[in-house]
């Protein structure tokens, strides 16, 4: 696709490209691999709003110097001659005819830039901004005019702030926000020979990160098997005529309970059973006990007449988060009298972690490529530790460092584990 209307001698946008320069959300978090095109597409797709409406938009680098070496040149290459009022080298600025800014700004001095009204911006190499900037300088200058906003960058193994925004906006559904990946061969800038040949001169990590543009630090991730294209979708819902699958995880802040169903059918070809689960809802409550849990799950599914399954871990047996009783028999006390009977399903002793975790894998992804797990959307924390949770580098140890991650997941696991274990002679009948 050529963009031309004048804009410098015609800029040639390749398909992938194209889609982003046409995309009208407010807000857009681009994930590209090496000499993909970030800078050029969002610089160009900056110059047209520039056209458009009168203001002054922005174009910010982890450092003025970067900026200047990344973008300066770019932006004058690509600005239509007829189209300059004026261009200040010395602040990194062109002004156009219709009296339109683009200034260019390294963010390693902020204050700088404190004040300012912008009625666009675009972040480049957003791993590498100091925390916070955005929230504390950039967005508050936007709101005058309710400007957008670009995030764009390669990701960095070393810093999460491109992979924690990738990651919240597909997981919340933000209506005003859009987010692309793409690979650096995706461009259609790079011959595949150099991407062969890249492939050969760097270490695997460096070149997955580089030209895929692969989130590394998830490379060590538990739960591989977890595709959030195609794990995650509005179809799971509740089923009131479905026994309702309740899986706990008893830590005290955050107490995580997750809701779900499971359904067995006959693979007509081998007449073997296929199991398939939904999540469907989640309960995270700060600070919370058994029997508070117990009363917000009564709160949401009192009605439920099929009948409900707790699963745990086996030490719920011996403590608990609000009395001398144990954990289960909390729940089954306040749950005896539901509609279609309440059961409870733990183990005597809890099984291997890695035999949780395979059990785990097995149904978000199967030996033959099946997906069995599907999770409804508003299961944000069960998502979330699917995406992040990770073994601590060098060792099969899961990492347990963020006081808010691997509870829900664990929680899943027990259900999992319990229904359709890997080694299946740890099950208390």
């Known amino acids: ?27 857009i978090v681009l994930v590209a691999g090496r000499r993909w095109a970030k800078t050029t597409t969002l610089l160009t797709k900056l ?22 070496l990344i973008a300066w040149d770019v932006l004058k290459m690509i600005s239509p001659p007829q189209y300059i ?60 005019s309710m400007g957008f906003c670009w995030f764009s960058g390669s990701p960095d193994c070393r810093q999460k702030r491109l992979k924690n925004l990738f990651e919240d906006v597909r997981i919340n559904k933000r209506s005003e926000w859009a987010t692309y990946h793409f690979k650096s061969i995706d461009g259609g800038y790079i011959p595949p020979e150099e991407i062969e040949n890249a492939r050969r001169d760097l270490d695997p990590r460096t070149f997955r990160e580089q030209y895929e543009a692969t989130f590394e630090d998830a490379m060590g991730r538990v739960y591989y098997g977890f595709n959030f294209d195609e794990s995650v ?20 802040d955050p107490l995580c309970v997750g809701f779900g169903h499971s359904y067995t059918t006959e693979d007509y070809q081998t007449r073997k059973p296929v199991h398939r689960v939904i999540v469907i809802d989640e309960l995270v409550i700060r600070n919370s006990n058994t029997v508070e849990m117990c009363r917000a799950i009564a709160d949401r ?8 399954v707790h699963y745990g871990d086996a030490t719920g047996r011996a403590r608990n988060t609000a009395s001398s ?12 009298n539901q509609p279609g009977g309440c059961s409870m399903r733990f183990k005597e002793s809890n099984p291997q972690v890695k035999d949780r975790v395979n059990a785990v894998n097995s149904m978000l992804l199967s030996a033959d ?4 797990t599907t999770l409804n959307p508003k299961c944000k924390m069960i998502i979330k530790d699917l995406l992040d949770v990770s073994y601590k580098e060098g060792t099969c140890e899961i990492d347990k460092s963020n006081p808010d991650r691997t509870h829900s997941s664990d929680g899943f696991g027990y259900w999992i584990d319990y229904d359709f274990p890997v080694i299946r002679n740890y099950i208390r009948q």
């Open 301 to 308: 599914f009192k009605n439920h007449k099929a009948g409900m």
């Open 369 to 372: 490529g099946k997906r069995r």
């Open 233 to 252: 979708s509005d179809k799971a819902q509740y089923d009131p005529n479905a026994t309702l699958r309740i899986f706990w995880d008893f830590n005290v």
């Open 1 to 27: 696709m050529l963009i031309s209307d004048g804009v410098g001698q015609g800029i040639e946008m390749k398909a992938n490209q194209f889609d982003v320069f046409m995309d009208e959300h407010r807000f």
């Open 85 to 144: 009022l004026k261009i200040n080298e010395s602040e990194l600025c062109i002004t156009y005819r219709n009296l339109s800014k683009i200034r260019l700004f390294g963010l390693d001095k902020p204050e700088g830039i404190l004040g300012i009204k912008l009625a666009g911006a675009m972040i480049d190499e957003y791993d590498h901004v100091k925390t916070n900037v955005y929230e504390s300088v950039i967005r508050p200058a936007l709101s005058d």
């Open 325 to 336: 009783l144990s954990d289960y028999q909390i729940i089954y006390d306040f749950f005896k």
């Open 47 to 68: 110059m047209t709003k520039a056209f458009e409406r009168r203001g002054l938009y922005g174009y910010f680098a982890p450092t003025y110097k970067q900026a200047k």
